[in-house]
């Protein structure tokens, strides 16, 4: 069955830091990969996306990476700041044809000042 | 401030009722999504509306409806409520069902809380 994992549900870094978080899939042929940010007891925002074709995507302190062999997207958060605490979701679409996203669990970010 | 609204911000209600959760999409949207988020669960799809016509279905109950109206605002009602289906529910909109990327805009939630 397909299947999306945040590895780490928790992920403690020291302000400055670059923080790097891991997105794996399985019995997926995503077309795009999406991020999203998720304070608590708020909904989602997005933050990027990357397709089946791009390896790398970059948007202000944030690059994503997408790995299509290895099933993998790498979330990255460089120069962290304590305002970047939250929680970060990582939600698939398997193609055009699918309207559906499907949301790892997430994991939650704390920049330690 | 995504634009997409949702009411009411809290419900509390007990076991067997029936409540409806209504969502605003942002203007011009024409996709309206329904999730609920547990702390077990995480996100989870429930539905998804396009221009009043039920475009895809995840794991609802079927105990779980929607609509969505000519004035594209959305309500999903849920009947029968059991202690489980205490949650949050978002609503989330979008352009268009498919072919570019559609980053989906989410509203702020409906805390239901079955007792």
């Known amino acids: 069955s397909q299947k999306i994992e945040q590895n780490s549900e928790a992920l403690n870094i020291q302000e400055g830091k670059t923080a790097t978080l891991t997105c794996n899939y399985t019995?997926?042929?995503?077309?795009?990969l999406q991020w999203y940010r998720q304070d608590p007891g708020r909904g989602p925002v997005f933050l990027l996306l990357?397709?089946?074709?791009?390896k790398e995507k970059r948007k202000e302190r944030l690059k994503v990476t997408f790995d299509t062999t290895l099933k993998q997207s790498l979330f990255h958060i460089t120069a962290s700041q304590p305002a970047d605490s939250a929680t970060y979701l990582c939600?698939?679409?398997?193609?055009?044809?699918?309207?559906?996203?499907?949301f790892g669990k997430g994991t939650k970010l704390s920049v330690i000042p | 401030d995504s634009g997409v609204t949702q009411t009411p911000k809290h419900l509390i209600t007990a076991t067997g009722q029936r409540v409806t959760l209504r969502c605003s999409p942002r203007?011009?949207?024409?996709?309206v999504y329904w999730y609920q988020q547990s702390l077990d669960q995480g996100l989870q799809f429930l539905i998804q509306?396009?221009?009043?016509?039920?475009?895809a279905k995840g794991n609802i109950l079927e105990r779980f409806s929607a609509q969505q109206f000519p004035d594209l605002h959305s309500e999903l009602n849920l009947s029968s409520l059991e202690l489980g289906d205490s949650a949050l529910y978002f609503c989330?909109?979008?352009?268009?069902?498919?072919?570019?990327?559609?980053?989906?805009?989410f509203g702020p939630g409906t805390r239901l809380t079955v007792l």
């Open positions: 989330a909109s979008s352009v268009r069902t498919s072919g570019v990327s559609n980053e989906q805009f």
């Open positions: 019995n997926y042929s995503p077309a795009y």
């Open positions: 990357i397709r089946e074709n791009e």
């Open positions: 939600a698939l679409r398997s193609g055009a044809g699918s309207y559906q996203l499907t």
């Open positions: 203007s011009g949207d024409l996709s």
């Open positions: 509306y396009y221009n009043g016509e039920e475009r």
